[in-house]
């Protein structure tokens, strides 16, 4: 008949058994090392409220010959002369490198840069987008600026992107605009 006592007690049974959890927590901790706390709060976000999603859908529509790429990064089309000390550099980018374009619009078959398009709220101020434009302008860019509550149609956006497209072929500096 079977015994129902305890296995003899074995000290190198029970060491054993301490080493192995004690690489278990180091592994967990190594896995799980670098983890900051703060990375729980990171959260998704859409890339684009409804309201720039309908205007984004229109400018498509409106402008067929174009690549309309949304919530683009001013340092991914500006940046300094390179004639600057290192220190200057960063003195400038840090004028337009954390600034976002509502949409820039692209020839689609070079995709060169053929405008942005600000779509202004009640959250734009004058001054600011004045400052914003001072700098797309500087690089050569047309800035065209819609008001929110009165956007254009699809038809108004095709004839003013047309006659845009015909003056970029004459050698004009770029200028900002508003559409009211």
Known sequence: MPSLTAPPH?????????????????????????????LARIQ??????ENEKAFF?????ALP??????????????????????????AVRSRFNRKIADF??????TLDIVALVELDDRTHSRNTDSRRDDLTKAAGYHTIRFQSK???????????????????????????????
Do not use: Y
């Open 104 to 109: 820039v619009v692209c020839d689609r078959n």
């Open 57 to 61: 859908q229109r400018l498509q529509r």
């Open 10 to 38: 074995n000290p190198g049974t029970l060491f054993g058994l301490l080493i192995v959890v004690a690489i278990v927590f180091a592994l967990g901790v190594a896995l799980r090392g670098g983890r900051k706390p703060w």
């Open 150 to 180: 009165q956007k254009p149609t699809e038809a108004e956006i095709g004839a003013l992107f047309s006659h845009l497209v015909a003056a970029e072929r004459k050698p004009v500096v770029g200028t900002a605009r508003t559409i009211a």
């Open 65 to 90: 010959r174009h690549h309309i790429f949304p919530q683009v990064s001013f340092a991914a089309f500006l940046t300094d002369d390179g004639k600057l000390t290192q220190q200057n550099r960063w």
């Open 44 to 49: 998704r976000k859409p890339l684009m409220t």
